[in-house]
């Protein structure tokens, strides 16, 4: 069964640094999102992009967040300058059409030090 | 507004009796309420979804019980198992835009003794 695939699986980096998350969605999915969830909370939204634009985001996704979509099959998240509380489990999601199943990837543990 | 409550928090059930989770929201344009189940270092899967034109959903040994007019719903797992340990997320969406963002709830960790 296709997957939503997510790398790396844990990403260590200090405070104020630059990191990029990536994820391959399934293949013939047209809606992506990025979603996080803070260790024994609930999952948050973060950001949902179809036709190579953001058409959502929260409040959570501000300046130091992008995402973009470089080539046909991967998804990224930057974050520019971390802080401590960006430590978290970020999910990457993908669905083929609007009203069709959200498919989650087994996400990456970012840890902030 | 965007909210969706969950309880409880954890729920403890002896293999074979019913596990229910429940869930409450305000905003009246969701229209999509599906359950997720999450494994120790996976990602959210989707178990089973419903649409407020029907008030109860079966997959297997997996019901989703709605109530439109108390804006809540439920996840009624029958026969539990060791292997339906798990946290269980309920969430809710409405399609106001492409995006349809979804908003989940608190979470349940689910423990079935054996």
């Known amino acids: 069964e296709p997957e939503v695939t997510q790398t790396p699986s844990h990403q260590v980096t200090q405070m104020g640094q630059e990191v990029i998350l990536r994820c391959v969605p399934i293949?013939?999915?047209?809606?992506f999102y990025w979603y996080r969830q803070i260790l024994g909370q609930k999952v948050e939204f973060l950001v949902s992009?179809?036709?190579?634009?953001?058409?959502?985001k929260s409040e959570i996704f501000d300046d130091q967040f992008s995402v973009e979509r470089p080539d046909g099959s991967n998804f990224t998240l930057k974050i520019r300058s971390t802080k401590l509380e960006d430590s978290a489990m970020y999910f990457c999601?993908?669905?083929?059409?609007?009203?069709?199943?959200?498919?989650f990837g087994n996400g990456t543990r970012l840890t902030v030090t | 507004q965007q909210q969706v409550k969950q309880s409880p928090q954890s729920l403890i059930v002896q293999k074979g009796g019913i596990s229910i989770i429940n869930c409450a929201y305000e905003n009246t344009a969701f229209d999509y309420f599906p359950w997720y189940q999450q494994f120790p270092g996976k990602g959210p899967a989707l178990l089973i979804a419903i649409r407020p034109d029907v008030s109860e959903k079966k997959e297997g040994r997996f019901t989703i019980s709605f109530n439109k007019s108390a804006k809540q719903f439920s996840l009624h797992i029958m026969d539990s198992q060791p292997g339906d340990s798990a946290t269980y997320f309920c969430a809710a969406s409405y399609r106001e835009t492409s995006g349809s963002r979804l908003t989940f709830g608190e979470g349940t960790q689910l423990t079935v003794n054996p």
């Open positions: 293949s013939n999915h047209l809606y």
């Open positions: 999601a993908s669905k083929v059409m609007s009203d069709s199943p959200l498919h």
């Open positions: 992009f179809y036709n190579n634009e953001i058409s959502e």
